[in-house]
Nanobody
Framework: VQLVESGGALVQPGESLRLSCVASGFNSAWCEMTWYRQAPGKERELVATITNFGGSANYADSVKGRFTISRDNAKNTVYLQMNSLKPEDTAVYYC??????????WGQGTQVTVSS
């Protein structure tokens, strides 16, 4: 069982990034998929979540209108498109797969740094 995030980078304010999270060893299509982030010295916070089969998505207020979560169940992949990035978006971004009594898995994280 694995969740592997990728796509993190150092970017300037206002730029965009797309994070990917690839699942293996289980059926991620059955799971709610969530992106979290943790900045240095801060608690981990929920960024965006998408239901299994992509029926609906929810976002933290701080990213609404800038970030978009999506999934491709055929590729066992969930994405986080991040636009208009701000320095306060700097964090390690984690992917989580959850379904009650079936899965609760986390990835290892990918670093996003927004700095001029």
């Amino acid at each position: 069982v694995q969740l592997v995030e990728s796509g993190g980078a150092l970017v300037q304010p206002g730029e965009s990034l797309r994070l990917s999270c690839v699942a293996s060893g289980f059926n991620s299509a059955w799971c709610e998929m969530t992106w979290y982030r943790q900045a240095p010295g801060k608690e981990r916070e929920l960024v965006a979540t998408i239901t299994n089969f992509g029926g609906s998505a929810n976002y933290a207020d701080s990213v609404k209108g800038r970030f978009t979560i999506s999934r491709d169940n055929a590729k066992n992949t969930v994405y986080l498109q991040m636009n208009s990035l701000k320095p306060e978006d700097t964090a390690v971004y984690y992917c989580r797969a959850f379904r009650l009594n079936y899965a609760d898995y986390w990835g290892q994280g990918t670093q996003v740094t927004v700095s001029s």
